[in-house]
């Protein structure tokens, strides 16, 4: 199948993301053999990881210098503390003069879901442009890639040939949540103490939760259909070796951001 057959059949996005899988699909066929459609989302979502790599590493940047700035920032807010206005604009000109974004860490993550949307809605959808949709029956091993975790316990239980590549996810998501999990405790006392500084509201809430957030995806995994999941243990599992190389990285004019981290 080709990308420009398939876009002219299917219906605007979601037409044209069905497209992409079923091209790379194709391409990935003498490799991946039966699990070319389920390669296809992998390698998919490698290419969308890697042009969002700029964003990351100037995330990686934001974040450790809103370390460094962090004491910076409590001085301010000790200064101006009966006067919230005030000290709102002086750390927007503090973030300001140093190039820093509040929201900087967050534009990886956000520009993530457009494109986990649209492949969500492509294997959720038995139509796509009034017509029916072969790749809900393409298979990870035994399990469609439309199918989610209650699908396969209802076919064989835990343990059956659709289960068992479900368990395998599971295991691999918990891997690399604890991995994700062990270094933001070792990262949450400096993450921290730049939110206070900067007077984010729940911030010592927000910390003591953060170690946890990555078994979220555990659930995630469970609910939405096989091809979504591929697509979250490929994401979760690309972002736990993009930390470990970009916040490894320390500006030698920045002890601080050393000693925090």
Request: glycine share 10%.
């Amino acid at each position: 199948m080709s990308l420009p057959a398939f876009h002219a059949s299917g219906s605007g996005l979601f037409g044209l993301g069905a497209g992409v899988v079923g091209y790379l699909a194709d391409l990935l066929q003498p490799l991946a053999g039966p699990a070319a459609t389920a390669a296809a989302i992998v390698v998919l979502t490698a290419c969308v990881r890697l042009l969002l790599l700029p964003l990351s590493r100037t995330a990686a940047r934001g974040g450790r210098e809103r370390a460094r700035l962090a004491p910076e920032a409590a001085a301010l807010r000790e200064k101006y503390a009966k006067d919230p206005e005030r000290l709102r604009r002086a750390l927007m000109d503090l973030h300001a003069r140093h190039g820093v974004s509040p929201l900087g860490g967050c534009l990886p993550t956000l520009c993530q879901l457009p494109f986990f949307f649209v492949l969500f809605h492509v294997f959720s959808s038995s139509r796509i442009g009034g017509e029916p949709h072969h790749l809900l029956g393409h298979r990870l091993f035994a399990a469609p890639l439309g199918d989610r975790w209650a699908d396969a316990l209802a076919h064989g239980g835990l343990f059956g040939a659709r289960g068992l590549v479900y368990v395998v996810l599971f295991v691999l998501v918990a891997a690399v949540a604890t991995f994700t999990s062990r270094w933001n405790t070792r990262r949450s006392g400096a993450r921290a103490q730049a939110q206070a500084a900067e007077g984010v509201p729940g911030a010592a809430a927000l910390t003591r939760l953060m170690p946890y957030t990555a078994y979220f995806t555990l659930v995630s995994v469970a609910v939405v259909p096989l091809a979504g999941a591929l697509y979250l243990v490929t994401s979760t599992t690309w972002s736990a070796a993009e930390r470990a190389v970009l916040y490894r990285e320390r500006p030698r004019a920045a002890p601080e951001a050393t000693a925090a981290g």
